[in-house]
């Protein structure tokens, strides 16, 4: 019987499309401006219009086959979508210099690279007629059986393949750092990324999408589910790679807020600080269970408790995740519970085979059908 349900946010309540939108346009910012690689400085601007959005979008991540590729291998977090993306292209960028540079591209990766080093990348790389091209992600990433974060390892056997240069740079370090603080300047804007990342704007003139949250149902049938599960006894949290502000104002903007105790609603800023809190350890984002054990131990559960949880967990038939991506699912079956589908995200109805053959213990149209199978 199930007594606990945990939400992932993001395909479930409330839409992505502005995540997908702010991390193309971190993507493209850092290839083309001149705070980063500079390859079409006189392209750039911070306020491009719905139209202009979507060509860019549909370019860096060819009609989002990227981003379906990537959430196919597990991975989850839009961050991770970014320094992927990114980092291919810069190192087909250098493949295109290499017989010529290839002392300054073996320096280049032989230490963390950041925004220092894109900048004198990128003043090498003007003096060469050097091309981007999107539609190879795919095909050189299918090559590899890589999943989750192993993904970013193959970066690593990449540039061993294209370069004929070792190195083991390509991990989750600086240039993930500053991948992460491009997107918070597009997702938040000025007025908060400060409060975000902890550091002010490289590129002011950025609005944000924060105002502009788009949720998967009508907001007061949403809340009403909320109302329901806590009336008739359920416990509810929030697992999500969104971080805090991200996740919080808009909560409160909607009036959801109020439906949870906020000590269960556990975001990106959990997974960050419980990172640097055991440096040793890997990735702690989804698919790593991390995110829900925190979400039913509470906040202020110290994080060594919640690595060290036995698992599958003993009462793991008790509680259902409900979720919209591969990541979910991998998280729900490392910790032995239920796993409910929602058809709201990136691949719509389209990922019904895909939940399907990884069976999921229940498929639904929407959140609002959560009711139905209670």
């Not at 950041?114 to 003007?126: A, H, K, N, Y």
């Not at 061993?160 to 992460?180: D, M, N, P, R």
Request: proline fraction near 3%; hydrophobic fraction near 40%.
């Amino acid at each position: 019987m199930i007594k606990t349900i945990l939400f992932d946010v993001d395909g479930v309540l409330l839409s992505e499309e502005h995540y997908f939108d702010a991390s193309a346009l971190t993507v493209w910012e850092m290839l083309i401006s001149s705070n980063y690689l500079g390859l079409e400085p006189e392209q750039f601007v911070t306020d491009y219009n719905e139209e202009q959005i979507k060509e860019i979008r549909e370019l860096v991540f060819e009609n989002d086959k990227v981003l379906k590729f990537m959430k196919s291998r597990g991975l989850n977090a839009n961050w991770d979508m970014i320094y992927l993306s990114f980092c291919h292209q810069l190192i087909y960028l250098l493949s295109q210099i290499n017989d010529t540079e290839y002392e300054k591209i073996n320096n280049w990766c032989q230490a963390p690279i950041t925004r220092e080093t894109l900048l004198e990348i990128g003043q090498v790389l003007s003096r060469y007629p050097v091309k981007l091209d999107f539609r190879l992600f795919v095909g050189e990433f299918a090559r590899s059986e890589a999943t989750k974060q192993e993904l970013f390892s193959y970066l690593n056997e990449l540039v061993s393949e294209k370069l004929g240069v070792e190195t083991t740079i390509f991990k989750k370090g600086e240039l993930w750092s500053v991948c992460e603080h491009v997107s918070q300047e597009w997702y938040v804007g000025d007025e908060h990324v400060l409060a975000s990342t902890g550091r002010p704007s490289v590129q002011k003139g950025k609005k944000g999408f924060l105002a502009n949250e788009t949720t998967l149902a009508p907001k007061q049938e949403i809340d009403e589910l909320f109302q329901f599960l806590n009336a008739e006894g359920f416990t509810i949290g929030i697992g999500t790679g969104r971080p805090e502000l991200e996740t919080i104002q808009p909560f409160q903007h909607l009036d959801w807020l109020k439906q949870f105790d906020e000590k269960r609603i556990i975001t990106a800023d959990e997974v960050l600080k419980a990172e640097k809190e055991l440096p040793e350890r890997k990735s702690l984002s989804k698919p790593h269970p991390f995110t829900y054990i925190m979400g039913l131990l509470g906040k202020d559960a110290p994080v060594k408790e919640c690595l060290n949880t036995s698992l599958p967990l003993e009462n793991a038939e008790t509680i259902l995740v409900v979720g919209d991506s591969l990541a979910d699912l991998l998280a729900a079956r490392q910790l032995g519970c239920q796993f409910a589908a929602v058809l709201t995200g990136l691949s719509g109805k389209d990922a019904r085979s895909d939940f399907e053959k990884h069976e999921a213990d229940y498929i639904l149209d929407t959140v609002l059908d959560l009711k139905g199978i209670l």
